[in-house]
């Protein structure tokens, strides 16, 4: 066996210098590789957020301007039909100044976002109230001469709950109103239609018209229209959070822009919303081509080297479509920000890594290996006495050692046997008054006793006197507040708010009411037969119903009837499924909302219609009632259980449910809809289960 000594030695040095270096490079290209690869899915997992987020804020915006177009819509349909009832019926004249005046008037002060209520007869004559802004609004008559037009123009300030007024004018005025398109074409039409109308009295102001002809006794009186000037439309979309620099617009289908946001805009003062962004709002529309536009869409375009997310979303009115459009770079900046970050974090993280593992490698790895250098030292100079055998944590270095240390033990034995050469050569080897009536919107109560039915039974005649005193209790209440009471039914009261008087808030008159009646029963210290004391149910709904002078000509009753009733008498019973004392429909808290403290108890559909609709329990009035400004914790609580109910979520609806009763004690509706949520958590709905409760009795 020929060994050289000397070559093995320089061998190990070598392979020590490569082990640190290979050591260190390894560490380190793990490190970048474990960076990158978790760079790449974290970046595609928060753009991927991101754009969703986007696309979430996006769809909101769409359902909350969709959601005030319809309204919009409605409010002019809605004030059309009023007031062309009025006319039709003949409880209007349209050349009865007075009568004329206070209708529109109130039909303008009604509905929030009406800017003009006007009628034109066809000898050109023109009538209309205009509203200027929140605190001032105008009622205008233009008559015709020969020779020229004159305007009388009253001024009114608007004051808390009434108009003050203000001035009179008289001016000369060249509108002619027979010449203007909506009349035309509303004077020849047979049902009212929508017009694009850029003029009026007071100068140029892009809107809408509702315009239709007014007949009485089939003859054509002239054409009654309800305008909503843009500034309306621009004002509300100022109140959108699109981003912090982005923005919506309304566009028609010809790219002309509607509306751009502009919080100071109404009547007085034209929108001058910042428009920088319009025209990829108006590329991407016409990108979109005829039938993209009839659904919604996303692109991404570019503009001045910036991109951005632009979201097309048909509106429902006239070929409108709202556009938003969003800079990239502010939902993705945030992202790209934190990945430059993300990565300067891990470069410094890889170079820090590479020098602990380069001094690891140097400790554990490179340190022995030159001890173990030394070691073979001894054999090259063949002082085999003093090689010694180093103990390592690495098994391969322990195993070097402990071989070199045999090899010199064997050398040591047979140095005299065997020649040099070839104990080199083996030291070399070792290798993750009339019957009539008209359609307004009002609110109606029914509150009656629960239980009255056993009670009446149990009592007999006894029961006039509990009766008499509960029913002059809600009478008293229900005067107090303004409402008109109805009739009595047993022991049930019906009343309603904002007719004969108008009241603009008369879902809160009647809400009022309500808590009022249930605190009058209270502190009065009825009690049953049982000495239980007295409870009551309460069923609250506003909308459209027809109000007036209903029956025969023998007798009337000065009453409301529609399906709005319906339902106020239905949710009355409804409290009874729920162990709920006052319910109110979603019209009523639309309404009233700012004013009072409720819950979402449930979407239900009453019996004998089959759409479903938001239930709401009134808790209080803000401020009153000892629940402060904001809804108790426990409402929290049960709004996200029922969030989770509809979501087919029902263990997590079970458990908010469970928190909702672990904070009250007893909670009727969190009772109710903790036993829902079991029995649907254990027998899991089919496809066609819908989160509508369908209450199967009047």
């Known amino acids: 066996m020929n060994v050289d000594p000397g070559r093995q030695l320089r061998a190990i040095a070598r392979l020590t210098v490569s082990i640190r270096l290979a050591v260190s490079a390894l560490v380190l290209a793990a490190i970048l590789l474990t960076a990158a690869l978790s760079s790449l899915l974290w970046w595609r997992t928060a753009e991927a957020t991101s754009r969703q987020l986007a696309s979430t804020i996006n769809e909101q915006i769409v359902a909350a301007v969709r959601k005030e177009v319809s309204a919009i819509v409605d409010e002019a349909r809605a004030a059309h039909t009023a007031i062309r009832t009025l006319f039709l019926q003949n409880v209007l004249d349209t050349r009865e100044a007075d009568k004329r005046e206070f209708v529109f008037l109130s039909q303008l002060q009604s509905q929030a976002t009406i800017s003009w209520v006007a009628f034109g007869w066809p000898d050109g004559s023109f009538f209309a109230a205009h509203k200027l802004g929140d605190r001032h609004l105008e009622m205008m008559e233009i008559s015709l001469t020969d020779h020229a037009g004159q305007r009388r123009v009253d001024e009114y300030d608007v004051v808390p709950g009434d108009i003050e007024f203000a001035n009179r004018r008289f001016e000369p005025t060249e509108f002619r109103v027979a010449d203007r398109t909506w009349f035309k074409a509303g004077l020849a039409a047979e049902e009212p239609q929508w017009f694009r109308v850029m003029d009026h009295p007071t100068g140029e102001r892009p809107s809408i018209a509702f315009a239709g002809p007014i007949d009485v006794y089939q003859e054509r009186q002239g054409v ?58 108006r590329l991407a529309l016409a990108t979109a081509g005829d039938e993209g ?46 990945l430059r970050r993300l990565i300067l974090g891990l470069a410094i993280g890889a170079v820090l890594a590479a020098l602990a593992s380069a001094m690891l490698a140097r400790s ?79 609110s109606v109560m029914f509150i009656d006793i629960a239980g009255f039915t056993g009670l009446s039974e149990r009592l007999g005649d006894r029961v006039v006197p509990l009766l008499s005193r509960y029913l002059d209790l809600a009478s008293e209440v229900i005067v ?46 009825l ?18 119903m027809l109000v007036g002078n209903i029956g ?130 254990a027998a899991a709905p089919d496809d066609s289960w819908r989160p509508v409760a369908a209450l199967t009795t009047k």
């Open 293 to 338: 536009r009839k659904q919604a869409s996303r692109s991404r375009l570019t503009s001045t080297g910036a991109a951005y997310e632009v979201a097309l979303a048909p509106l429902p009115f006239h070929g409108w479509s709202l556009a938003t459009v969003i800079p990239e770079a502010e939902f993705l900046g945030p992202v790209e920000a934190t």
């Open 552 to 681: 025969s000509e023998l007798r009337l009753n000065y009453t409301v009837i529609g399906d709005a009733v319906n339902v106020a008498s239905r949710l009355e019973g409804a409290n009874k499924s729920y162990g709920t004392q006052i319910l109110i429909g979603e019209a009523t808290e639309r309404l009233a909302r700012g004013a009072i403290i409720t819950r979402e108890i449930d979407s239900i559909a009453v019996y004998g219609r089959e759409e479903g609709f938001s239930v709401y329990e009134l808790i209080g009035l803000v401020g009153e009632d000892g629940v402060g400004n904001e809804p108790p914790g426990w409402v929290g609580h049960y709004a996200q259980g029922l969030a989770h109910y509809r979501a087919r979520r029902f263990i997590a609806a079970l458990a908010d449910f469970e928190a909702v009763l672990s904070e009250r004690g007893r909670d009727g509706p969190a009772e109710l809809m903790r036993e829902r949520c079991r029995k649907l958590s």
């Open 527 to 544: 009690a049953d037969d049982l000495g239980q004391p007295l409870q009551i149910r309460i069923g609250i709904n506003s909308g459209h």
């Open 364 to 442: 554990v790895i490179a340190a022995p290996l030159s001890r173990v250098v030394g070691e073979l030292r001894h054999v090259e100079a063949f002082a085999l006495e003093q090689v010694r055998r180093h103990p390592s944590r690495l098994k391969e270095i322990a195993s070097l050692s402990g071989a070199i240390a045999e090899m010199a033990a064997g050398l040591s034995a047979f140095r005299k046997f065997i020649p040099a050469d070839l104990v080199r050569s083996l030291l070399r080897q070792g290798v993750e008054a009339k019957p009539g009536g008209s359609i307004q919107v009002l």
């Open 224 to 281: 009654l229209a309800i305008m909503i000037e843009y500034t309306r439309l621009a004002r509300f979309l100022s109140q959108l959070e699109v981003g912090r620099t982005g923005t919506a617009f309304i566009i028609d289908d010809s790219g002309e822009l509607v509306a751009a946001p502009d919080k100071d805009a109404d009547e007085l003062h034209p929108a001058k919303g910042d428009t920088k962004l319009l025209p990829l709002a």
């Open 480 to 525: 107090a507040n303004g409402g008109t009471i109805d009739k009595f039914i047993g022991d049930a009261v019906m009343a309603f708010w904002g007719a004969p008087q108008p009241q603009s808030d008369h879902a809160l008159r009647c809400c009022r009411a309500a808590l009022g009646c249930r605190r009058a029963i209270d502190a009065s210290g």
